[in-house]
């Protein structure tokens, strides 16, 4: 069963760590017909039918046909799978949403959503994003687009800063949260945060 990371030991994330390459004897010992991709989806259709508390390395290989000890071939450990397959999720967020005409705060709004669709879809990914660093190339893509979006609001410095931290929170918590808010809550909060950006700016600008 996995929950989250194990508490009380240090490890590095999936995307800090560079893999050696295997002698050439034993990359023609590998398993046929797997690769860290297919593996990786695999295990985001595992965590989307049977959630995270059910998640186990067993499972994902009796799902591809191959012995559990064959995906260590492709991965050092069960948490840097997990790691590959939030990204993965990321992956699928459309980071340009949005109405231009409206600004960025039409372009927060849909980015908020967007957000909040992705983990109902995969409830798994919002206790992951807590768990582990999230420094995958699609995080840090969506983390690009916040950045941009906060661009436009004419925030700077501390101001700039506190608006990340409060956007970040609000997605990773009312918007990401297993127990979700209801929709017109979590309306209500994104205009009453919005608004406060808002005003944030005008006063900079005074």
Partial sequence: MVTVADSGKTRTSVWLTARP??????????????????????????????????????????????????????????????????DRALGELTLTAGAPERGWPGRLRALARGYRGLVAKHPWVAPLTAAYPNIGPHARAFDAALQRLLDATGLADAARTG????????????????????????????????????????????
């Fill in 21 to 86: 390459a295997a002698p050439a004897r034993r990359r023609s010992e590998a398993p046929s017909g797997l690769d860290r991709e297919r593996i990786t989806a695999a295990t985001v259709r595992l965590l989307d039918a049977e959630g995270l508390a059910r998640f186990s390395m067993r499972r994902l290989a009796a799902g591809l046909g191959v012995t559990a000890m064959s995906l260590y071939w492709y991965v050092d450990t069960k948490h840097d799978l997990l790691e590959l397959a939030l």
């Fill in 163 to 206: 608006a990340h931290l409060a956007v970040s929170q609000f997605l990773h918590g009312c918007g990401g949260t297993v127990r979700r808010a209801p929709e017109g809550d979590f309306g209500l909060a994104l205009d009453v945060l919005i608004a406060g950006i808002e005003a944030k700016a005008a006063r900079g600008q005074a």
